[in-house]
């Protein structure tokens, strides 16, 4: 059973254009909620934890909202170099709270 | 610099035949990971240890095995078990297991020729 599922698959943006990602999850008793950037050929980047509803965190053009069943990433105003794989995660209990990761958003913002 | 650093970058394996993936921290982290990424897939867990000389099997364990004699080191065998190793393989730390962040090395791209 998936325990996080993101949409869309794929975004494409104009430059400048904001929108949102989203993440849902099923799990109980959340331990936090992450979100990484991952570039093409490289690791994942973490950028960040959120741990309860109503929770958000800001990181240049980006943000990150929290509630009881989802997450969304906002991007104000993209610029090229935003362009990446943005990916979530949640604490998975029957792995020793090993980070279970949705497929991902594929984001292209265009000049 | 703390941080995680994996190799090789790039691994050619033969058929048949066993590879070792190296995973070396320096941030003192408890747990370390192991993932898979195959293109549409996502990551997935293959195995993870919570603290030294131990460890546990992930979602797809079957064909690979680890070690974890120092906490700073947990290398990743793919055996010839393994039929379909070609991927994306990342090693991961985290501070504390119960939930914290984990942070990612730059991965080792395994190809089956």
């Known amino acids: 059973e998936d325990q996080v599922t993101q949409s869309p698959e794929a975004l494409r943006l104009q430059e400048g254009e904001s929108s949102s990602l989203n993440c849902s999850y099923t799990?109980?008793?959340?331990?936090?909620l992450f979100w990484y950037r991952q570039d093409p050929g490289k690791g994942p980047e973490f950028l960040f934890t959120l741990y309860s509803a109503g929770e958000e965190k800001e990181k240049e053009r980006l943000k990150a909202t929290l509630t009881k069943k989802e997450s969304f990433l906002h991007i104000t105003a993209p610029k090229p170099e935003d362009s990446a794989t943005y990916l979530c995660?949640?604490?998975?209990?029957?792995?020793?709270?090993?980070?279970?990761f949705g497929k991902g958003t594929s984001l292209l913002v265009t000049p | 610099d703390g941080g995680i650093t994996q190799s090789p970058k790039y691994l050619f394996r033969k058929e048949g035949q066993n590879v070792t993936l190296s995973c070396e921290q320096n941030l003192n982290h408890d747990a370390m990971y192991w993932y898979r990424q195959d293109p549409g897939q996502g990551l997935r867990l293959i195995y993870y240890s919570q603290i030294v000389n131990d460890f546990q099997k992930g979602d797809i364990a079957e064909g690979y095995s680890v070690s974890r004699e120092k906490k700073e080191s947990f290398p990743l065998t793919v055996t010839s078990a393994q039929k379909n190793p070609t991927a994306f393989y990342l090693c991961?730390?985290?501070?504390?297991?119960?939930?914290?962040?984990?942070?990612f090395g730059q991965g080792t791209r395994l190809t089956v020729v």
């Open positions: 995660a949640v604490p998975d209990a029957n792995s020793g709270y090993a980070l279970n």
């Open positions: 799990v109980s008793g959340l331990r936090g």
């Open positions: 991961a730390s985290s501070i504390d297991p119960r939930g914290m962040e984990a942070f």
